[in-house]
């Protein structure tokens, strides 16, 4: 049972009967209806701004359309009170038995319990880390991994048709960068000394195991041969073996796509000329002169014509190259070519997490898909800022291992999957955010994860202890779900089942915002009410959860606590995160 759908369908209830009775017009549109909880907790448990949303339509004061409607209201069973203010806002009150009612409907919805059809099985493509495959994941990749998998993960929670991707970006000449550097540590397998890693190559002790695995298949083959004899080949197998890199990094994270898209079949099938050609048919590609870049002008700047796409015509800053003077693509083309490939899959809304670094990039790709798909197709770059990483407050800058860059299989390894994917989500994807090793590990309120996992843990305790208080005692969901939930009255119970009330909509606000971050905060808000009833029976031995000479009122409070830990468990599952059951 979800009470914010409850009252949803009352409303439109209410509303047709008003249209009926000729006191609003007919067809009210309730598309931009809200009912979700007050932003005060003072001004009740529901509010709705449906008498701000009509009144152009009906014209009339939103004053008179909340009175008409709240009126209606008052009538649906379980409403205490219904208060208008100021302009029209509308506030709902429950009654006592309404709310204690929830912590049932919660237990028996189980696992369901919050999950929503708001996506309507909207196919929805999650493009995230989509990493140069030239090295393993560094920490710098560690938060979109995290986030584009949260994201997706609260998308299906909430209806969506999702397809988590990763581009494969195995075209440019980083790939032939990461071939002679591979081939490097191939020749230095078999007993060559390579000296000191030429500038431009990368060093990383990553490549060592590969170049080994290049003399064990292919031998002396390549010692001495010309380049144009290995590239290829050694181009494949460093790019397969860097996946198979990436591939176990995300691993360590629980982080798995559905679809690995290599740019590199893109050139090989002629996709980039087929979106181009779309595009041309449009009227949208000419062949016209860039400006030089905003700012200091290069020396060797030369104006030289190119084909070039009016990405202008779509908000764009300026048009953009798709093919060079000297005939080759663009990595925008590419690009093109990608995002039309996505929506010739059906999806009909393009997601795609970025670092900040990328932020340029964001309105020439949206330019595209629009022009691509007459403005049909929804496209939304996601940009993650960087993390910085500190130990006690000082910023941690080597690594012990790779002698340039942390990677993310360190920070695993030193501190476990569950404490980066939940820290990773405590702040909102654009906003910095601070890692430091001591605190993310530390047992406190201050520590996010350790406070909502300890919540879980906790409440397994407490059932654990009153199988023993009452041995028998029959603790399925069922027996829970038939306790008296009517000794529920005080101020900290009653704020706690409103709380959990609250879970569908939250967790639907926070898919329609492309938030999972706002999944952490609300977990970290349940378990701290949770906690707090707990210190609260410390005080009053009538609120304690397991109270050893009254059985009834102690399966009451066992249902109570369940509701929490399923709530939190569905949250975690949503981050990506374990819900332990003993620390």
């Not at 996506?119 to 995290?146: D, F, M, Q, W």
């Not at 340039?404 to 990773?424: K, L, P």
Request: glycine share 8%; charged share 25%.
């Amino acid at each position: 049972m979800n009470i914010f759908d409850t009252f949803t369908g009352a409303l439109k209830a209410i509303v047709c009967g008003l249209e009926n009775d000729g006191r609003l017009p007919k067809d009210m549109d309730l598309k931009n209806v809200t009912i979700e909880p007050p932003r005060e907790a003072t001004h009740g448990d529901i509010a709705t701004n449906i008498a701000m949303v009509l009144t152009r339509q009906a014209r009339m004061k939103p004053r008179d359309i909340a009175d008409m409607v709240a009126a209606g209201l008052r009538d649906v069973d379980g409403v205490e009170r219904v208060d208008v203010a100021g302009p029209g806002f509308i506030n709902i009150i429950l009654k006592r038995q309404l709310i204690q009612s929830q912590v049932a409907a919660i237990l028996n919805a189980g696992g369901n319990y919050g999950r929503s059809k708001i996506g309507g099985h909207e196919k929805v493509n999650v493009e995230y880390v989509s990493v140069n495959p030239t090295g393993p994941l560094h920490v710098g990749h560690c938060r979109g991994a995290i986030f584009g998998d949260a994201l997706a993960s609260l998308l299906d929670y909430t209806g969506y048709d999702v397809t988590r991707e990763y581009y494969i970006n195995d075209a440019g000449g980083q790939i032939d960068t990461l071939a002679r550097s591979a081939y490097l540590r191939y020749r230095e397998a078999l007993g060559a000394d390579i000296g000191k890693i030429p500038e431009g190559l990368y060093p990383g002790d990553y490549l060592i195991p590969v170049g080994k695995a290049l003399a064990e298949k292919f031998g002396r083959r390549w010692l001495e041969a010309d380049e144009s004899e290995w590239l290829h080949d050694i181009r494949q197998f460093s790019t397969d073996a860097m996946m198979d890199l990436i591939r176990s990094d995300l691993d360590t994270l629980s982080i798995r796509h559905d679809v690995f898209f290599s740019e590199l079949t893109l050139h090989k099938s002629g996709k980039i000329q087929a979106a181009l050609d779309k595009l041309e048919d449009k009227g949208l590609i000419y062949t016209g002169v860039l400006e030089a870049p905003k700012g200091t002008r290069p020396d060797d700047w030369e104006e030289r014509p190119q084909t070039l796409f009016k990405s202008t015509d779509f908000g764009d800053d300026v048009d953009r190259a798709v093919k060079k003077s000297d005939g080759s693509w663009t990595y925008f083309a590419a690009d093109v070519a990608y995002h039309n490939d996505k929506v010739e899959r059906g999806f009909t809304s393009l997601i795609d997490v970025w670092g900040a670094d990328h932020g340029g990039y964001v309105k020439r790709v949206e330019a595209v898909v629009k022009a691509l798909t007459d403005n049909r197709v929804n496209f939304d770059a996601r940009l993650c800022q960087m993390v910085r990483l500190l130990r006690d407050g000082t910023p941690v800058k080597m690594s012990k291992r790779s002698g340039a860059f942390i990677t993310m299989r360190d920070i695993v390894n030193e501190v476990g999957r569950d404490v980066v994917r939940f820290i990773m989500l405590t702040r909102k994807n654009d906003a910095s955010l601070d890692f430091d090793f001591a605190r993310v590990t530390e047992q406190s309120k201050d520590n996010p994860v350790f406070y909502v996992q300890y919540a879980h843990a906790r409440v397994h305790s407490v059932l654990r202890k009153a199988d023993i208080a009452f041995p028998g005692i029959n603790l399925s969901v069922a027996s829970l779900a038939d306790a008296d939930m009517t000794i529920f009255s005080d101020s900290s119970e009653l704020s706690l089942i409103r709380n959990m009330m609250n879970w569908p909509r939250f967790v639907e606000a926070a898919a329609l915002a492309r938030e999972p971050h706002r999944i952490s905060y609300y977990l970290y808000e349940l378990a701290s009410e949770f906690h707090a009833m707990w210190n609260k029976g410390n005080d009053n031995l009538d609120l304690r959860f397991i109270i050893e000479d009254d059985r009834a009122k102690t399966l009451s409070r066992l249902a109570l606590i369940s509701a929490v830990a399923g709530i939190i468990m569905a949250g975690l599952d949503i981050l990506g995160v374990e819900p332990v059951t003993e620390m």
